[in-house]
């Protein structure tokens, strides 16, 4: 167990549906990454969290959205989904922003059908 | 932004032998480089990192090398086992306490696999 926490594990759905995945982070942590892995393009960053404050964002469509709550742990949206987005998503947690040495979650598979 | 390249894409040993993986990056700004391991379903797994103020980094029978000047590093297993055998990620951040880079670029992975 690495002590970041990703629920639901498997997740399907219909296009143009929403769906919510959620991360806590490990005991300590502040940072919160998200990270989108599928076949053909690898793990691309979508977004990063530090104690509540978005710090930096990658290959984020504008149909997902993120935050992250006071007690740290973050969700991450989907909506209006496209078969497209059918990928495991990982969420990551370090101490610091710049601790780039961090910790993945099991991850969420998300099937759109 | 930064981009990595990562070769081979598949890689298949016999059990003993050695193993590498190596990676090109773009930004020179870059400072450190980790590798991840990625098992069949499960999540990426760190393994080994450098930093650019050191050009070679050794944990028992994995070892990281580093050519800032050429803009690459790599991944070398010796005597390799079978549980060796996953998915290996080379990744690249120009990280600096106070910046706003935080972010992992990654390689696109090699799929080691290990004979008996």
């Known amino acids: 167990d690495s002590g970041v926490t990703q629920t639901p594990k498997h997740l399907i759905t219909a296009t143009g549906q929403r769906v919510t995945l959620r991360c806590s982070p490990r005991s300590g942590d502040l940072s919160v990454y998200w990270y989108q892995q599928s076949l053909d393009q690898g793990l691309q960053f979508l977004i990063q969290y530090y104690n509540g404050e978005e710090r930096a964002k990658g290959n984020i469509l504008e149909r997902f959205s993120a935050q992250q709550f006071p007690d740290l742990h973050s969700e991450l949206n989907l909506s209006s989904l496209e078969l497209g987005d059918s990928a495991l998503y990982f969420c990551?947690?370090?101490?610091?922003?710049?601790?780039?040495?961090?910790?993945f979650g099991s991850g969420t598979r998300l099937t759109v059908v | 932004g930064e981009n990595v390249e990562q070769h081979p894409s598949t890689l298949s040993v016999q059990e003993g032998d050695s193993a590498v993986i190596k990676c090109t990056y773009s930004d020179s700004a870059s400072n450190y480089f980790p590798w991840y391991k990625q098992e069949l379903g499960k999540r990426p797994q760190l393994i080994i990192d450098i930093r650019s103020n050191v050009g070679e980094k050794k944990d028992q029978r994995i070892a990281v090398t580093l050519n800032k000047t050429a803009k690459h590093f790599s991944l070398h297993i010796t005597e390799t086992q079978p549980e060796d055998s996953a998915v290996y990620f080379c990744?690249?951040?120009?990280?600096?306490?106070?910046?706003?880079?935080?972010?992992?670029?990654f390689g696109k992975g090699t799929l080691l696999t290990v004979n008996p």
């Open positions: 990551a947690s370090s101490v610091e922003p710049g601790a780039v040495g961090y910790t």
């Open positions: 990744a690249a951040s120009s990280w600096n306490s106070g910046g706003s880079n935080y972010k992992l670029t």
